[in-house]
């Protein structure tokens, strides 16, 4: 063993050295200079979106495209409650409420069937809702083609939470397109990343002017510091951008191998009862995160046994989200749910899915699991 197998690490290399030494020597050691705005650019074009925002999170990102949008204390945000905490944490800075929406069973992505009974409810008590945030779960988008005409019918605006998707497609278009905005992610564990970083991307170019403005501290252009509102320090550096914009370049190689890795979990459980893989349908996912399903009454064995396994063999693996509305920090929040998260979050395991994992780390990993099944199961795919 040389080390511990992870499950998403950074895949950065020469290219991104000479991005960065390149940007170091040009002296835009700022949160400005022509990195950053190629960056956005760059970004949009691959998005599909007229505009983009650099900030320092995914988290930034989400909080700035409701601030867009106008969301404050009073309104209700309806959120997934299968996600990662910043979606809903972003609802809890501006002040308005997040109301947690169950899954669909299979993909993990927000029930768009809730979403409309949610909103046909929120309307008959008088509640303003300042925003729908379907999450693009582990790269896969959500079913967009249902939920835009059931969020347009109610008024609702929608705000595309992509941390995770940036390269995936919903019927040929690109994630992070389908709401008013979108937001972005480009933490170390993520497709393609900055170290650390988001994006804000659309068509709204009003919208995204206000966030870019309330990113830098809402200072005024002028030349004394005057401020009429409070702001963030919210803006990405020049020299982070210019990390991104070398691994932009590599994005669809990146993507590729991630989806190879995913070919060869597909093949390894294809034998085994009881295993599916979330989102497996989904050929327009970016691969981001591979995860799988145990039934166990079918399979004989549990998501946790495997992981067991694979943890004695340095081999790291996580649980899929734990929902929302089961956090303590939100014990206080209204949910619509159905039991879908709770069972994914009972039944399902992410496996490593990085692009920086090499052939011998790969083979390490699925003659494991491999070595598991044929105990368990009698059946090895080798
Ligand atoms: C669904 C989702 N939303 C938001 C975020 C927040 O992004 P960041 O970590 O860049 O703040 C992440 C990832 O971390 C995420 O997975």
């Known amino acids: 063993?040389?080390?511990?197998?992870?499950?998403?690490?950074?895949?950065?290399?020469?290219?991104?050295?000479?991005?960065?030494?390149?940007?170091?020597r040009s002296g835009w050691v700022a949160p400005v200079g022509p990195d950053l705005d190629a960056f956005e650019r760059e970004v949009?074009?691959?998005?599909?979106?007229?505009?983009?925002?650099?900030?320092i999170s995914g988290t930034a990102a989400l909080h700035l495209a409701l601030l867009g949008l106008g969301v404050g204390p009073g309104d209700v945000v309806l959120v997934p409650t299968l996600t990662f905490v910043a979606t809903a944490n972003a609802v809890r800075y501006t002040g308005a409420r997040p109301i947690f929406v169950d899954?669909?069973?299979?993909?993990?992505?927000?029930?768009?069937?809730?979403v409309a009974e949610l909103l046909h409810r929120l309307r008959s008590r008088g509640e303003r809702v300042g925003a729908v945030i379907p999450v693009d779960m582990f790269g896969s988008c959500a079913d967009y083609t249902a939920l835009l005409p059931v969020c347009a019918a109610a008024d609702a605006p929608v705000l595309e939470d992509?941390?995770?998707a940036l390269g995936a497609t919903h019927v040929g278009r690109p994630a992070g397109s389908f709401g008013l905005v979108g937001a972005l992610s480009f933490n170390g564990n993520k497709i393609m990343t900055t170290s650390g970083g988001g994006m804000l991307v659309g068509d709204d170019l009003t919208l995204l002017d206000r966030a870019r403005h309330l990113s830098?501290?809402?200072?005024?252009?002028?030349?004394?510091?005057?401020?009429?509102?409070?702001?963030y320090n919210y803006r990405l550096s020049n020299l982070l951008a210019a990390l991104g914009r070398a691994q932009l370049v590599r994005l669809d190689a990146m993507i590729d191998r991630r989806r190879r890795l995913r070919d060869r979990y597909a093949k390894l459980f294809a034998s085994a009862p009881g295993v599916d893989l979330i989102g497996a349908e989904d050929t327009g996912s970016n691969c981001w995160l591979t995860s799988i399903r145990v039934d166990r009454e079918r399979s004989g064995w549990a998501a946790a046994e495997l992981a067991a396994h694979l943890a004695a063999r340095d081999i790291e693996t996580r649980p899929v989200w734990k929902p929302m509305h089961l956090q303590p920090a939100y014990a206080d929040a209204e949910s619509l749910l159905t039991g879908a998260a709770e069972r994914l979050f009972a039944e399902g395991l992410t496996l490593p899915s990085g692009s920086a994992l090499n052939e011998r780390q790969v083979t390490v990993v699925l003659s494991a699991i491999d070595e598991f099944l044929a105990a368990r199961t009698g059946i090895s795919a080798e």
């Open 44 to 55: 949009a074009g691959r998005v599909g979106a007229r505009g983009a925002v650099a900030v």
């Open 216 to 231: 830098t501290q809402a200072r005024e252009p002028v030349t004394h510091y005057e401020h009429r509102e409070t702001g």
């Open 162 to 164: 992509a941390a995770e």
């Open 103 to 114: 899954c669909e069973p299979h993909t993990g992505n927000i029930d768009v069937a809730l």
């Open 1 to 24: 063993m040389t080390g511990t197998i992870h499950l998403s690490p950074p895949d950065v290399g020469p290219l991104e050295e000479s991005y960065l030494i390149a940007a170091l």
